[in-house]
Nanobody, 115 residues
């Protein structure tokens, strides 16, 4: 089992920046990929960015060049969000995927970008 806790959400004006953090505990060495997803009001949850154990990253087209995913260590994964837009508003979820394909989710942190 892996437990995930997000932090760093809040209210920011368009053009501003936020850094989200995900703290992982439990069987963290079973994880292959860490990722961030988001869900805007009335929409489905979507991929924002992923970071694999091979240190490769992947980003949604809508955030490329503005967001950066990185890890301090096995326990902390961050999402640096710059040049935020109102359409980035939503609940951001941390995700961990194990080598066996099991998925774990945090409870989410709300990001609101005002215009």
């Amino acid at each position: 089992q892996v437990q995930l806790v997000e932090s760093g959400g809040g209210l920011v004006q368009a053009g501003g920046s936020l850094r989200l953090s995900c703290a992982a505990s439990g069987n963290i060495f079973s994880t292959d990929t860490m990722g961030w997803y988001r869900q805007a009001p009335g929409k489905q949850r979507e991929l924002v960015a992923t970071f694999t154990s091979g240190f490769s990253t992947n980003y949604a087209d809508s955030v490329k060049g503005r967001f950066t995913i990185f890890r301090d260590n096995a326990k902390k994964t961050h999402l640096q969000m710059n040049s935020l837009k109102p359409e980035d508003t939503g609940v951001y979820y941390c995700n961990a995927r194990s080598w066996l394909g099991q998925e774990y989710w945090g409870s989410g942190t709300l990001v609101t970008v005002s215009s």
